[in-house]
């Protein structure tokens, strides 16, 4: 795949790989589709978003919340852990994109397992579209990084960048998880509007770290295929907050402040 001569000051030159092209125009084309399909009221039936915008069907699978989301997170935490250990001599770069990848699915199963509260189901079917694209996105940004450690460095070089960028965004993610999962006292069952943080501003500021980890992830890692992954996250995610705005306003009416925004703050 040929690339602007320009871009390469600020990426490593596409691999030779079909495998690693194929999984970009996927990755890109599939998550910017699904964020359209948010905003068209098509949702991931997970969280608040179970049987909206679908016809129910009553034997439908579905797994707990918190076993979907592990199930969700968990294979990508090992496959970045695996390839620590399979490759520990790779370079500092690879190394920090595994350890980076690692950390971040780490830190959403424990979130799973000892902060966040549930009290729904997520369809079984949403539950393997979502472990896939985790698993099979962080295997290959892991394999376009190895087959990229022959290649001349980027002229500049932003994996500094993107550790300080990760951490912002990791730690941001945690902490409106932290009071999402506070909103409610245990055995309440009933959504709330959440306040604190930047949720004063944003309904959803854990998607805009989130997406300042990913930006730090293709920051460390400057390969096509960390952008593309990451751009189409920006699509995915952008298309979710505007859905999640949409339901609380739908849902709280007037006593959902008109301007706090979807998840840029004063923007959108």
């Avoid at 912002?168 to 009071?179: A, L, S």
């Avoid at 943080?197 to 096509?224: A, K, M, R």
Wanted: glycine share 8%; charged share 15%; hydrophobic share 45%.
């Amino acid at each position: 795949m040929a690339i602007p001569s320009v871009l390469l000051n600020f990426m490593f030159p596409p691999p030779p790989s079909l495998f690693v092209t194929t999984m970009s125009v996927i990755g890109l084309t599939s998550l910017s589709n699904a964020g359209y399909m948010e905003i068209k009221g098509k949702h991931m039936q997970y969280s608040k978003f179970l049987n909206e915008g679908v016809v129910k069907k009553e034997n439908d699978a579905k797994l707990s919340s918190r076993n979907g989301m592990l199930l969700s997170y968990t294979p990508a935490f090992l496959v970045g852990l695996a390839s620590l250990v399979a490759f520990p001599d790779q370079d500092l770069r690879f190394m920090l994109l595994a350890s980076a990848l690692t950390v971040h699915f780490l830190k959403r199963a424990l979130e799973v397992l000892f902060l966040h509260k549930y009290s729904g189901s997520m369809a079984l079917e949403s539950t393997i579209i979502i472990t896939l694209s985790y698993t099979f996105s962080t295997a290959t940004m892991i394999y376009a990084q190895y087959l990229s450690r022959d290649f001349p460095e980027p002229s500049l070089d932003l994996k500094y960048v993107g550790i300080g960028l990760f951490a912002v965004g990791i730690i941001g993610n945690f902490y409106h998880h932290y009071i999402l999962a506070n909103l409610r006292k245990d055995g309440e069952k009933e959504y709330k509007i959440p306040q604190g943080g930047l949720f004063d501003l944003v309904i959803c500021p854990h998607y805009l770290f989130e997406i300042l980890g990913y930006v730090g992830i293709s920051c460390i890692s400057q390969t096509l295929y960390a952008f593309a992954f990451t751009l189409g996250t920006i699509f995915y995610l952008t298309g979710r907050s505007y859905a999640t705005r949409q339901w609380y306003l739908s849902k709280f009416g007037d006593k959902f402040p008109k301007d706090v925004k979807a998840f840029i703050p004063y923007v959108f």
